[in-house]
C-alpha cells in the first residue's frame, strides 16, 4: 500500500479555523486466490483476482465557535474510487471503473452555561463508505456491480458530565448502511448480498483520574438488523463489557495495567449463536532511565474463539455437507518484554 498527504491549516481567529488537503492513497493486492471442496474433498479454484484500488481524497473543514456556549465542526471530503479488477478466471468478469462521492461530517458541541447542573451535549453526522467486493462482478449481467461502493450514514448525540473528578458518557448512535454487493462467501465461492442494515447503540462509561491512575469502565449495547427483513445482521456485537485501570505508583518503582472485556454471544446466521468472550489482560513493568527503558510481564487470560463465522462443511459419511460454526480459539500466555524508547 502507497499514500500520503499534503494539508493547508489556517486559523483566521479564535472564532474560525480552516483545514484543507488531499489524501492519496493506492492497494495493488495480488492473486487473490479463493477455493472450494467439492463433495469428494477435492478443493478447486472459485476465484483468483489482481486489484488495483486508487482512492483521491480532497477534503475541506472548519472549526470555531459561534459563541462561549456553542462549538462547530463541518467538513467535506470527495471520494474519487477507482478499481481495477483482472479476474484471472473468468476474463470477460474483468473491469475498471471509477465512481465519485461527496462525504460531508458536522459536529455542534452546546455547552451549559451552568457547568455544575447540565452535561455537555454534541450531536454529530456523518457519512462514510463501504469498498464493495468487486472478485466476482462485471458492468453487466448477473452478477452485475453496479457501484464500487456502498454508502452509509451516521448519527450520534453524547452528553458529558463532571462530577467529583468522575467522567460520565452516555453515547446513542444510529447507524444505516447501504446494500452491499458482490460479498464473497467463504464456503461456496459465490456471490451474496448483505443490507441494507441499521445498528442501534447505546454505551455509558464512567472514568475516574487519580494522582498515580486511572480507572474506566463501559457498557455498550447494540442492535443490528437488516431493515428488509428485521432479522439480526450475522456477527455484528451485541454487548461488550470493558473495564482499565491502571497503578503508576507501586512499591519498588513498578507499575500495573490490567484490562477485563467481556463480549456476549453473536448471532452467526440460520439460527446459529456463537459463543461468548472473555479477556484478561495485564502487565507489571518497571521503568529505568527516566523512562526511557522498561522490563515488563504481560499476560492474557482468555476464554472463547475469535474470527468467529459459520461454514458449511462436508462429514463423511454424510451426504450433504453440514453448517456449524467455527473460530479460532483464544490462547493464554504469559510473555516477559523489553522496551527502550528512542530519543531524538
Known sequence: MLGG??????????HFALLAGIDLRRDAPRNLDLDRA???????PVTSN????????PFVSADGSLNRYI???????????????????????????????????????????????????????????HTEDPRIGNASGMFATPSLVAPSRAYQLRFSKGFHQFEANLTLRRTSNSQELAKIDPD?????????????????????????????ISYAQADARDTQTGQPVPEAPRLIWDAVASENHLPLGLEARGEFEFVRAKPLGDSLIGVPVYETRGAILRPFAENKMSLAVNFLIAKGYTGQTTETIPFQPQPCPTECIVGVPLKSFVALT???????
Open 38 to 44: 467439492d463433495s469428494a474433498g477435492i478443493f478447486e
Open 338 to 344: 523489553y522496551t527502550y524508547f528512542f530519543v531524538h
Open 188 to 216: 461456496t465461492g459465490l456471490q451474496e448480498n448483505f443490507g441494507p442494515s441499521v445498528n442501534r447503540f447505546v454505551e455509558v462509561s464512567l472514568q475516574r483520574n487519580f494522582t498515580h491512575g486511572a480507572f474506566y
Open 71 to 129: 462549538h462547530y465542526d463541518i467538513g467535506l471530503r470527495e471520494e474519487i474510487v477507482r478499481m481495477d479488477n483482472q479476474d484471472l478466471l473468468t476474463p470477460q468478469n474483468s473491469f475498471d471503473k471509477t465512481t465519485f462521492l461527496a462525504l460531508p461530517k458536522a459536529t455542534l458541541t452546546l455547552f451549559p452555561n451552568a457547568p455544575g447542573l447540565l452535561p455537555i451535549i454534541a450531536g454529530s453526522y456523518g457519512e462514510a463508505f
Open 5 to 14: 498527504e499534503v494539508s493547508y491549516l489556517q486559523t483566521v481567529n479564535e
Open 50 to 57: 489482481n486489484l488495483t484500488l486508487n482512492f483521491l481524497e
